[in-house]
C-alpha cells in the first residue's frame, strides 16, 4: 500500500484546512484509515481513525473540531480541520492497516507527512 498525503499549508488561528490522502495498491485489504501528527520536540500521536466499516475515533482535543473521512472504495482519506488553534501545528502522517491476523500478518503503511502550522 503507498499512500500520498497534501493539503497542509499555513492557517491563522480559526481556520480550516483540508488534508487529503490518496491510496494505491493492496488497498482491498485496508482494514483502517488514520491521521496522525507529531508537534516539534513531541512524539507522534494519533488524530483520527475511520475503519473500513466507516467508524470513526477521535483524540479529544480535536472531537468536535476535525472530521476524518474515506472513499467508499478506500481509494482516499480526508481530514477536515476547522477551528484550528495554534497547538494543532504539526506535521500530519496519513496511515493505512492491513489487519490480517487470521493469517498472521499485520501490516502498517505510512505516507510522507504534510506540515500544517497554525498561526496565533
Known amino acids: 500500500v503507498q499512500l500520498q498525503a497534501s493539503g497542509g499549508g499555513l492557517v491563522q488561528a480559526g481556520g480550516s484546512l483540508s488534508l487529503s490522502c490518496a491510496t494505491s495498491?493492496?488497498?482491498?485489504?485496508?482494514?483502517?484509515l488514520a491521521w496522525y501528527r507529531q508537534a516539534p520536540g513531541k512524539q507522534r500521536e494519533l488524530v483520527a481513525y475511520?475503519?473500513?466499516?466507516?467508524?470513526?475515533n477521535y483524540t479529544d482535543s480535536v472531537k468536535g473540531r476535525f472530521t476524518i473521512s474515506k472513499d467508499d472504495d478506500k481509494t482516499a482519506v480526508y481530514l477536515q480541520m476547522n477551528s484550528l488553534k495554534p497547538e494543532d501545528t504539526a506535521v500530519y502522517y496519513c496511515?493505512?492497516?492491513?489487519?490480517?491476523?487470521?493469517?498472521?500478518?499485520?501490516?502498517?503503511?505510512w505516507g510522507q507527512g504534510t506540515l500544517v502550522t497554525v498561526s496565533s
Open positions: 475511520i475503519t473500513s466499516g466507516g467508524t470513526t
Open positions: 496511515n493505512a492497516e492491513r489487519d490480517l491476523r487470521p493469517y498472521g500478518k499485520y501490516y502498517v503503511y
Open positions: 495498491g493492496s488497498i482491498f485489504s485496508i482494514s483502517a
